[in-house]
């Protein structure tokens, strides 16, 4: 069999599990850089124990990824015939929401898909995403170290992130105190309400991309690539769910619980 992968959000811990998808697998691994865009422009990587190893405790994607917005849906049929070109029988997808309509679209054109949540999954799951821990972690960190230089320097300073880590700020502000607002797809953080009259804006989205992995999430990434391995038929269609245990549900499912829960009022 052959599995292409396809890394799409923040997920600290993939260069674990792709180390552990290749040690662990007699199947040929092909990855796509930069994503989807790496699906569509042909950027096929042949994945090895030799390419990942001293890879595989480091932040970031030895793939890396890109913005899904820079996608249109019209590239479906360039990128079906690029996994037809590699003969892809299963393609694996770390990523956030924004996947799941070309993930959709892909399915119903006969691709078999598996979808791992990331931990930028911004959408009312209740699920451990792979990063989760390090990127709560980093961007705990993150808020102490600049509300420090915000207060030494007086420079009025915002934070800026992706409005996706809106259930994780939420966590974080359990522990430390500062205001928020979202604009557009954005969530401004500051201690003094200077959302507009700033004098220095921090996106922070690359740091908490690039943070070194936690010990947690780095056992995870590796129970996860070998739930996969190990979890048969490998059907596509699916989402992979994290309660305790591995779960592996249908993307309708997945989506009706989604929908549940944003109707329940769940965070």
């Known amino acids: 069999m052959r599995i292409g992968l396809v ?3 923040i997920c600290p811990g993939i260069n674990n599990f792709i180390h552990t998808l290749t ?10 850089s930069k994503g989807w865009q790496g699906l569509y422009h042909d950027g096929a990587l042949f994945m090895s124990i030799q390419t990942t190893v001293g890879f595989e405790n480091l932040g970031g994607s030895i793939l890396s990824s890109s913005s899904l917005k820079g996608v249109s849906k019209s590239w479906k049929y360039k990128m079906m015939h690029n996994l037809l070109r590699y003969r892809i029988d299963l393609l694996l997808v770390a990523g956030n929401e924004y996947s799941l ?3 959709n679209e892909l399915f119903s054109a006969g691709i078999r898909v598996i979808v791992i949540p990331s931990a930028d999954f911004g959408l009312n799951i209740d699920s451990y995403r792979i990063g989760l821990d390090t990127v709560l972690n980093e961007l705990s ?4 170290r600049f509300k420090d230089l915000f207060r030494t320097s007086g420079r009025k300073i915002v934070l800026c992130m992706s409005s996706r ?7 974080v502000k359990n522990v430390h105190s500062f205001l928020s607002k979202e604009v557009s797809d954005q969530i401004l953080v500051s201690w003094n309400e200077a959302f507009e009259d700033f004098d220095c804006l921090v996106k922070i989205d690359g740091i908490l991309s690039a943070s070194r992995p936690l010990k947690k999430d780095l056992l995870f990434a590796q129970d996860l690539a070998k739930a996969i391995l190990s979890h048969s038929p490998l059907r596509g269609g699916t989402v992979i769910t994290y309660n305790g245990n591995f779960e ?6 997945f989506q009706r619980a989604v929908l549940n829960n944003v ?3 769940k965070t």
């Open 165 to 171: 880590f809106r259930s994780i700020l939420e966590q």
């Open 263 to 265: 109707e329940g009022g």
């Open 23 to 32: 040690q662990r697998s007699e199947d040929t691994v092909i990855g796509f």
């Open 248 to 253: 592996f549900l249908s993307l309708q499912s």
């Open 7 to 9: 890394v799409e959000g």
């Open 101 to 103: 309509s070309l993930v």
């Open 141 to 144: 960190e993150c808020i102490y």
